[in-house]
């Protein structure tokens, strides 16, 4: 048996939980502990999660060779080196959702690639919606200790330019409450985003839909794409004297504004209670293993939209519903968060919590987008 890191378990501490017959160290970074549990693997890895955590270790076990292996691999909160992923992942969706962009303001990038910079307020409002959503997880994982990476964004050439950004959290977290932080941190602080981003763009001027920047001729995304927007933009024209709709054919809303939708359409679905979505997190922080019950409802529910948009508004926004009743059966099975220590969370973040799905209410439109009008 290998002589163990100094500041690693040693296996008389967890004989309760998992028989150790032989140790090896893998560079003093992981730790394997070989041998037989004696209860199922989750409740191995509940059990002996602090303790290892306190120490400076994540686990899990595994199955290798046929053998049961007890796996603690040192955390690493912090980022280490130049995390050139992201900033590759960042870089290229800066390029589509500029591109996307000059579709919205009508930009003949075709004739003139280079003009798609002009397009800059566009990537700016949605990709600064998406980063402070992601940011917000991430600062509250730092203040809980629990790691977690970078945003990663994701570039496609879509009418956005993107499907959005996430954060991979690769550790136990430590107590419902930490749990609950970092789940409702990206909503909120992407809702703060979405509100200022809207508020901006409805100030400025609008486009007119038919004509492109410099020029004349060309057809915009806007021409091509009707947009629905949810009570909270609408609240947040009203509060700034902004219209989002204009009298006059062919003027359209400044795309900026588009970051401001994508804000309040990822709140909206990122809150439904399912899988590892921030819902999710929310709401077994709140409630515990009742999320269970509660996220077999959503499918049900995103069907019945679906159902009832094909029945009443002819078919409008239905692949949308349908998908994500897809998704949220998916999700579901994945399975969701359970929490070190499952301590109820205080009567503050209930009302915090609270507040933030009556938000994400808000931020629910049943048709949000509608392409080829």
């Known amino acids: 048996m290998q002589m163990l890191p100094a500041d690693a378990p040693a296996p008389e501490a967890f004989t309760d939980y998992f028989h150790v017959y032989e140790v090896d160290v893998d560079d003093d970074e992981e730790v394997r502990y070989y041998g037989e549990p004696l209860a199922s693997q989750e409740t191995v890895v509940q059990r002996l999660a602090p303790a290892f955590r306190e120490r400076g270790y994540r686990v899990r076990v595994e199955r290798r060779l046929g053998e049961h292996v007890l796996v603690a691999e040192r955390r690493s909160p912090g980022v280490d080196g130049v995390p050139w992923t992201n900033v590759a992942l960042f870089v290229a969706t800066v390029v589509t959702t500029l591109l996307a962009g000059a579709g919205w303001y009508g930009i003949p990038i075709t004739e003139q690639p280079w003009r798609a910079v002009e397009a800059w307020p566009f990537t700016v409002s949605v990709l600064g919606v998406l980063a402070i959503h992601e940011l917000g997880h991430y600062v509250m994982s730092r203040y809980h200790d629990v790691e977690a990476s970078l945003p990663y964004f994701i570039p496609v050439p879509t009418l956005l330019g993107t499907l959005g950004a996430v954060i991979r959290m690769n550790d ?202």
Request: aromatic share 8%; proline share 7%.
């Open 172 to 373: 136990h977290i430590p107590s419902r409450r930490a749990l609950f932080d970092i789940g409702v941190a990206g909503p909120l602080a992407g809702l703060v985003a979405t509100v200022v981003v809207t508020a901006v763009g409805v100030s400025l001027p609008p486009i007119e839909a038919g004509a492109m920047v410099g020029g004349a001729g060309a057809t915009t995304a806007a021409t091509q794409v009707q947009l629905g927007y949810p009570p909270l933009i609408q609240l947040v024209a009203w509060g700034v004297g902004q219209p989002l709709t204009y009298a006059e054919p062919g003027v359209m809303v400044n795309p900026v504004v588009v970051g401001g939708w994508v804000g309040a359409f990822v709140t909206f679905l990122n809150l439904l209670p399912v899988g590892q979505l921030d819902g999710a997190h929310v709401t077994r922080a709140l409630v515990g293993d009742a999320l269970s019950t509660v996220q077999k409802l959503v499918p049900a529910a995103l069907f019945g939209l679906a159902g009832y948009l094909y029945v009443f508004e002819g078919g409008q926004a239905v692949g949308i519903w349908i998908l994500w009743g897809f998704i949220a059966l998916a999700f579901g099975r994945v399975g969701g968060v359970t929490p070190l220590d499952t301590s109820p969370v205080g009567r503050g973040r209930w009302l915090l919590g609270i507040l933030t799905l009556v938000l994400g209410v808000l931020s629910f439109t049943p048709v949000p987008i509608v392409v080829g009008v």
